[in-house]
């Protein structure tokens, strides 16, 4: 047994990442949030490197590594069409939309198709969370695609300019698109999503995205807890196609993704860059 350090992208140049420089991520990020007045629970998903213990050859696994990269070369992503019927809906002033519809059904069932065949998700082998992090136990894959951002952007620019103006204008999406599957018995404790900095123009991150790709499942619903104790949850219910930005950084509500108890639930996501 030893300690594999994989790089989510998937990119054989990138698997040599120290592992005393992604704990230091870790710690500081930890510290950050304690230093804000914010829960400290923290999810991994921004980390970009994922430590596992694994029985195997290195060379085996940066030979993996390898083949994965060159099959998504080699398999573009599917097509999203232009909608002029899109409409932002508003579920919380300055934190929290839904635009229904924003992929249709044909699109959907082809990036859960496209994930499945060229970039399926990874199993979560985690028994437990880490010290001031949340429960997780969903499977995901994440690959640096800025063709892929782009082209969803174009999709959700005409609508979101002004209403995600809050600070700072937005200004596209990271380029690091990730995929979740819920499947029976999968949940995401409470926690809040951090900012990032996008490795193509240095800026930074301030809100989530995330597509839900199918409806059919029970349970799944992403649950967010108002600051103001007396206010009632927020609760969306995934429908297939719909997308769902919520603020994070400081601003970030505390939120889950409930435990999901029958079928699976498949989400795609990426975060909004301003500037």
């Not at 249709?104 to 069932?109: G, L, Q, V």
């Not at 063709?147 to 700072?168: C, F, G, S």
């Amino acid at each position: 047994m030893f300690l594999r350090k994989l790089q989510v992208q998937t990119s054989a140049k990138q698997l040599d990442i120290h592992v005393r420089t992604a704990q230091r991520w870790s710690d500081n990020m930890f510290i950050k949030r304690k230093k804000t007045g914010r829960s400290s629970i923290l999810h991994e998903e921004h980390k970009q490197v994922i430590l596992e213990y694994i029985d195997e050859n290195p060379s085996a696994a940066l030979e993996q590594s390898k083949k994965e990269e060159n099959n998504i070369r080699s398999s573009p992503f599917p097509r999203l069409s232009t909608k002029n019927y899109l409409e932002l809906e508003e579920l919380e002033p300055e934190q929290i939309y839904v635009i229904p519809n924003f992929l249709n059904a044909k699109e959907c069932e082809s990036v859960i198709t496209y994930f499945t065949k060229h970039l399926p998700p990874k199993e979560n082998t985690s028994t437990r969370p880490k010290k001031g992090e949340a429960f997780r136990n969903n499977d995901r894959q994440a690959m640096e695609d800025a063709q892929v951002a782009t082209e969803l952007w174009k999709l959700l620019e005409p609508i979101v300019q002004e209403p995600l103006r809050v600070n700072k204008r937005p200004i596209g999406l990271n380029s690091n698109i990730r995929i979740y599957r819920y499947r029976k018995g999968h949940s995401f404790g409470p926690h809040y999503d951090d900012s990032v900095q996008d490795k193509h123009t240095g800026l930074w991150t301030e809100w989530t995205l995330l597509v839900y790709l199918n409806q059919d499942m029970l349970g799944g619903e992403t649950v967010f807890f108002p600051d103001r104790k007396t206010d009632p949850p927020i609760v969306v219910k995934p429908q297939r196609g719909m997308a769902l930005l919520h603020r994070h950084g400081t601003h970030c509500l505390l939120h889950e993704a409930k435990q999901v108890l029958q079928g699976e639930k498949w989400v795609l996501r990426s975060d909004v860059v301003v500037g």
